[in-house]
């Protein structure tokens, strides 16, 4: 799919293209990977592909006790197969450049998988 799910869901709600608010719009990649889970007369249900989960869940990543988003990354990093920093770095980097991880991120990743 070359649309991004804001202009679609817009689109289809006669909302204007730029409805979502600047943090959802931060996390929105211009090289979606979304795959059709359920085709129905009148809906569409689509899924983002693991890849594409990891890296908006690296993106958003929240550290801390309380948020269960570091054990969310290391499940998808071992569905994936991923065991090393750069190959989930090239993961990422698929969907957005580099300069666009946060720091933290990095650091958290060097520390699951190793640098």
């Not at 409805?19 to 795959?35: A, I, M, P, R």
């Not at 359920?38 to 990543?61: D, G, H, I, N, R």
């Not at 269960?68 to 920093?85: C, G, K, M, P, Q």
Request: hydrophobic letters at 40%; a negative charge; glycine letters at 2%.
């Amino acid at each position: 799919m070359s649309i991004s799910p804001s202009i679609s869901e817009a689109t289809v709600t006669d909302l204007s293209e730029d409805w979502h608010n600047d943090t959802v719009k931060g996390f929105l990649s211009e090289h979606v990977d979304y795959q059709a889970f359920a085709e129905l007369s009148s809906l569409q249900v689509m899924t983002a592909s693991p890849e594409y989960l990891l890296t908006m869940k690296c993106l958003a990543m929240r550290l801390g006790a309380e948020f269960h988003d570091e054990a969310d990354i290391r499940y998808l990093l071992r569905f994936l197969n991923v065991t090393s920093y750069q190959v989930a770095l090239d993961t990422i980097s698929r969907y957005y450049l580099t300069e666009q991880i946060p720091q933290k991120t990095l650091y958290a990743l060097e520390e699951i998988l190793g640098s």
